[in-house]
């Protein structure tokens, strides 16, 4: 059974950086994708990085591409996501998931960007 465990989170100031990070337990981590995904404020899922199994490809969209950087270390079953530059519109609860659809995610960890 996934279990996902994100933590990390807290307030950061606009241009600040966080890392978070996600601790699986239950399946093969090492042989799945990985996802971050966040919800902002009344809005709906969106999908903020990807990374394959082994870590060798990343992808993200164009809103995140060049400030997060998605890693994985399959030794410690952990996920990490490294933000920098952040704006006031990166406010979410981030969550990391098994597809871009959050799917298995769990409680997720709050982000709010705000000075």
């Known amino acids: 059974q996934v279990q996902l465990v994100e933590s990390g989170g807290g307030l950061v100031q606009p241009g600040g950086s966080l890392r978070l990070s996600c601790a699986a337990s239950?399946?093969?981590?090492?042989?799945?994708?990985m996802f971050w995904v966040r919800q902002a404020p009344g809005k709906g899922l969106e999908w903020v990085a990807n990374?394959?199994?082994?870590?060798?490809?990343?992808y993200y969209p164009d809103s995140v591409k060049g400030r997060f950087t998605i890693s994985r270390d399959d030794a410690k079953n952990t996920l990490y996501l490294q933000m920098s530059s952040l704006k006031p519109n990166d406010t979410a609860i981030y969550y990391c998931?098994?597809?871009?659809?959050?799917?298995?995610r769990g409680q997720g960890t709050q982000v709010p960007v705000s000075s």
């Open positions: 239950g399946f093969a981590f090492n042989i799945y994708a």
């Open positions: 990374i394959s199994p082994g870590g060798g490809r990343t």
């Open positions: 998931s098994i597809d871009g659809q959050g799917t298995g």
